[in-house]
């Protein structure tokens, strides 16, 4: 609000009694015989009649009806220029009382009304009507009051009736001012019409009658005296007396009684007869009149609730503030011309009418509350409105924010007296649905202290805009318009069900530019939103620009209510469960051998959890997915968790470290702590759902079963991706360098398709990181690569405990087969042998005969091969022996000794080969051929930015790889290589690692 402007609060002063109420003011109702009889504190203040003049606007209608009356007693010889009977017969609400109270004020204290506006505009009529002015003191008129709703049948109250009994009786002893002797001389004639018209005469005074609510007292009151002469007497005097009023000068006679399409009492059949035949005297007696209408509710409620008008330069610096928004083109086109908001064409004299309250909140009070059948027009419209100023100054003297225009959107519904008033005023049809109403303002709204509703939350949570200050309780002013325009019951008058779009939107205006239409549409959308809004609200959806959208808040149980109620009752543990439950169910172990699950023990810390789970299972790889309840990485959480893990995996300090033996075939799947919380938020609402498919009410209920079996499956549907996208992370032990440190390691899924849920995904993305073989990776070459010389000669359980318990070793995706066909692949190529314990070598004629658990069977290096008859190196030919030995058959080809002609055995001298040393032979060389591939492996950590010659040195090291790889003279490789480079060079590799299916993982460092 502008600075310049001086607020409404500020400007006008809220009346002393409502201030006193706290705003909740106890004479809205008036009473006539209070007015008259009332005594002490049981006297209001209106039965003075210049407080009264002075809380009372002068509608011309009211101004009119009082005219009428003082021209009838105090307008002389002029007397018939007025009506004698006048009839009050509005609804409740209409004002009716107020006049009778204005009329007693006339006869009995003109002087005092005649001194104030009310008295003058009076007067001022009077004179127009007759041609002169009228006495001040009216010629002294005497007022009879008949308050028959204070009246019982036959049971005279001695203060007020003294020894009358019926009706008539009463009247006289008002009449002649408690004078017994009159009184006695008249009693008898309750029917007799000359007699009526002599007792008032009598008096010698102009004379006005009130009768207030005549049908309280003829209706089932004479009912309930079940005293038929009483019935007789009562209803003879009330016709005669309707016909002497008109015919005795200067009395007149103000009659209340509701007409009958506006009375929905229920009458019984003698009752009835007796309203009808009562009210056809009055309409050939009297004239109907009403005292208020419509154009008149602003004027009445400013009176009513301010001591004094507001300054002329206040309205116009008030409505000036509005015509930046009121003139915008964006809010014109998608708000005010949708809203039927015909207010806007006369701006400066509507505010001028309804300030403080703005124009809309106007349109709606009068054109469609005022028809809402039980709803008392001014009565109610004042106990509402008085609530609501009281309420809002408050804020405003409390430094709080307070619109410059109270609209529909600013009835405070966190204040008690507001919200009961409204539901108190007829616009809402029973106690039940009242009561529905009371929660739903509470729990959809704003609650008592205004800290919770949905709206209010809202609000609140709201990150700071451009326009938050200005508009701080937008999304609550929104809710409170649905809500009043759902009170009003299933059609508004001329407007249909429930609030629309447009009209949402103009409650929630401010007259600061910064509040835009973009920014009013976000507010409604999420007030209204399936997930996060209100859950009683219904959606009308809109047909095009000419029929846009609706929103009513219903009482009526809907599936989205059950389900909003059901949720705030969901605990944290149910939640965890049903996570548990879903992760257990999603989890699969793909390559390997086992799927283990660890339940979060909240009255344990983590690390005692991992360390007692039993997790430590030989020759076994597994896949152990931690239970989100109490593990989770990243978002500053993780430090128990990664605790939890090192001692876990053996890589504790201290009283920490654990003997665990199997850790390297360990591979854990651990939950996003951000993604965590989303999955939390989606299990709260599967679990809501479920609970509601469940209940008696939906199963009992087609439409809502139908709508909770949908949604159920839905909700699975979401927890189950927001579950599988919330397990993120791997982690499991490292040793990338077969000399260095063993390291807790981890590896992350960026992209929404990857989940640790997965062992099939988990196990590829290992592979990459060569913590495992992918199927078919692990062979008889890939075995003698990841053997070291210390490898030989160990037996093969050790061999194969190691490639469960070595990090240094890729985990096999076969297992125990992969390793028993890669030897037995090595040993049949003549790669390796197997040996037995006195280094014989032990034939192995098929995969399954390589006993991975013997204890006497090592691995060892193949050894040259040599003959059986000689035992020199596989030859060819004849054996070559020593003098005197016999000559035998080798197993290679050539010439041994000869033998003469005599039959002796001739020797030849000894030679040698002059190829290969050995004993002179025929044939080719006996020598094994030269090795065709050999194992390279290196290890480097090197930064080339000190040591700048080293680029050129790995330069020429990767081009003799290069160099290799080009022609075709390398069969495998393993490997990770870690780089940093230049952006533009690892784009560059980044495709090339593509081409090859490799994933490389490149950051921002």
């Not at 949720?567 to 051998?593: C, H, K, M, N, Y």
Request: aromatic fraction near 6%; glycine fraction near 8%; charged fraction near 25%.
């Amino acid at each position: 609000m502008a600075s310049s402007v001086t607020p409404w609060w500020k400007a006008l002063k809220i009346r002393q009694e409502i201030l006193s109420a706290s705003g909740q003011i106890d004479d809205v109702q008036m009473s006539l015989f209070q007015a008259v009889h009332g005594l002490g504190a049981d006297k209001p203040l209106y039965a003075d009649a210049a407080y009264y003049g002075e809380i009372t606007h002068p509608t011309e209608r009211l101004t009119d009806l009082l005219t009428e009356i003082a021209v009838r007693i105090g307008g002389g010889p002029d007397y018939l220029k007025a009506r004698s009977v006048t009839r009050l017969d509005q609804g409740m609400g209409g004002g009716k009382s107020h006049a009778c109270i204005g009329a007693f004020h006339l006869a009995a204290h003109p002087e005092a009304l005649f001194s104030t506006e009310l008295g003058q505009r009076i007067a001022a009529r009077a004179k127009a009507k007759v041609g002169h002015d009228l006495p001040t003191d009216l010629n002294r008129p005497h007022v009879v009051v008949l308050p028959c709703d204070h009246m019982t049948p036959g049971a005279p109250v001695q203060e007020l009736d003294g020894p009358a009994v019926n009706l008539y009786e009463r009247f006289l002893w008002r009449l002649f001012s408690k004078d017994y002797s009159l009184f006695e001389r008249y009693q008898p004639f309750w029917s007799d019409k000359s007699k009526i018209a002599e007792a008032i005469k009598a008096v010698n005074r102009p004379v006005l009658i009130i009768v207030d609510e005549v049908l309280d007292y003829i209706g089932n009151g004479l009912d309930g005296a079940n005293k038929p002469d009483l019935v007789a007497q009562d209803v003879a005097f009330l016709r005669a007396l309707l016909d002497v009023v008109n015919d005795v000068p200067q009395v007149a006679m103000l009659v209340v009684m509701i007409a009958s399409d506006r009375d929905k009492t229920a009458l019984s059949v003698g009752a009835q007869a007796r309203r009808d035949d009562l009210n056809s005297l009055l309409e050939r007696n009297g004239m109907p009149a009403t005292v208020t209408e419509v154009g008149d509710f602003a004027d009445i409620l400013r009176r009513r609730l301010f001591d004094a008008e507001p300054a002329a330069e206040v309205l116009a610096a008030t409505a000036a503030m509005y015509r930046p928004v009121l003139d915008d083109k964006s809010w014109t086109k998608n708000v005010w011309g949708a809203a039927s908001s015909d207010w806007r064409a006369r701006w400066d004299e509507e505010v001028a009418a309804c300030y403080p309250f703005h124009p809309m909140l106007m349109v709606i009070a009068k054109e469609e509350w005022s028809k809402v059948t039980g709803f008392q027009r001014v009565r109610s419209t004042i106990r509402i409105f008085a609530a609501t100023v009281y309420a809002q100054q408050r804020r405003g003297k409390a430094g709080e924010w307070v619109p410059a225009l109270i609209g529909p959107g600013d009835l405070p519904l966190s204040d008690s007296a507001v919200r009961e008033a409204l539901l108190g005023s007829g616009l809402v049809e029973d106690d039940r649905t009242i009561s529905n109403y009371r929660s739903l303002a509470e729990i959809e709204v704003v609650n008592n202290d205004g800290t919770a509703g949905t709206a209010r939350c809202q609000d609140i949570e709201r990150q700071s805009l451009s326009w938050t200050d200005a508009n701080p309780r937008a999304a609550e002013r929104a809710a409170t318009f649905v809500f009043l325009a759902s009170i009003v019951g299933t059609l508004r008058p001329g407007r249909g069900r429930g609030a629309s779009a447009p009209e949402v939107k103009a409650a929630t205006n401010v007259p600061d530019i910064s509040y835009t239409v973009t920014d009013a549409d976000t507010v409604v959308e999420d007030l209204v939103n399936p997930d996060r809004g209100m859950s009683a609200v219904e959606i009308i959806p809109g047909q095009g620009n000419n029929k846009p959208a609706r929103y009513f808040l219903s009482t009526r149980l809907t599936h989205r209510m059950l389900v909003n109620n059901i949720r705030r009752t969901i605990t944290e543990a149910e939640r965890d469960r049903v996570i548990a439950e879903f992760t257990q169910r999603l989890a699969s172990s793909g390559p390997f051998r086992d799927l283990k699950f660890v339940k979060a023990e909240p009255e344990r810390t983590a690390a005692d959890v991992l360390a007692t789970a039993g997790l430590d299972t030989a020759y076994t790889s597994r896949l152990i997915v931690l239970d989100p309840a109490q593990y989770s990485l990243r978002n500053g959480m993780e430090e128990a968790t990664i605790v939890a893990l090192t001692v876990a995996m053996g890589l504790g300090k201290g009283t920490q470290q654990l003997p665990v033996q199997w850790a390297s075939s360990a591979v854990y799947a651990i939950v996003n702590t951000q993604r965590r919380a989303l999955a939390r938020g989606v299990a709260v609402e599967y679990l809501a759902r479920r609970k509601a498919l469940a209940a008696p009410e939906v199963q009992n209920d087609d439409e809502l079963k139908a709508t909770g079996t949908k949604e159920l499956a839905s909700a699975k549907e979401q927890l189950e991706k927001a579950l599988k996208r919330a397990y993120q992370h791997v982690a499991y032990l490292a040793q990338p360098d077969p000399d260095g440190e063993r390291y807790l390691d981890q590896l992350t899924f960026d992209d929404e398709h990857s989940s640790a849920l997965d062992g099939t995904i988990v196990w590829k993305a290992l592979a990459e990181r060569d913590k495992v073989f992918d199927a078919g990776q692990f062979g008889a070459k890939a075995l003698l690569h990841n053997l070291r010389d210390s490898d030989y000669g160990k037996t093969l359980s050790d061999i194969r405990t190691a490639f469960y318990s070595a990090p240094r070793l890729p985990l096999l995706y076969g297992g125990d087969r992969d390793l028993q066909q890669a030897i037995y692949d090595a040993v049949a190529a003549g790669l390796v042998d197997v040996v037995d314990g006195a280094g014989s070598i032990v034939a192995v004629t098929a995969p399954n005969q390589v006993n991975l658990a013997s204890a006497g069977l090592r691995l060892a290096k193949p050894k040259p091969k040599t003959c059986p008859t000689c035992g020199q190196p596989v030859h060819q030919g004849t054996c070559e022996t020593g003098a005197g030995d016999e000559i035998g058959t080798g197993t290679g080809a050539g010439t041994g000794q000869t033998g003469g002609e005599d039959g002796s055995i001739t020797v030849p001298p000894a030679s040698t080969c002059d190829s290969c040393g050995k004993p002179a032979h025929e044939g080719a060389c006996q020598i094994p051929p030269p090795a065709t591939e050999r194992q390279v492996a290196f290890s480097f950590t090197r930064n080339l930015l000190a040591n700048p010659d080293d680029a050129d040195n790995f330069a020429a090291l990767f081009k003799t790889l290069y160099m290799a790889l080009d022609e075709r003279k390398i069969s495998y490789l393993q490997g990770t290589l870690q780089l940093v480079v230049d952006a533009d060079a690892a784009e560059g590799l980044q495709q090339r690692l593509g081409e090859l299916g490799i994933n490389g993982t490149i950051k921002d460092i």
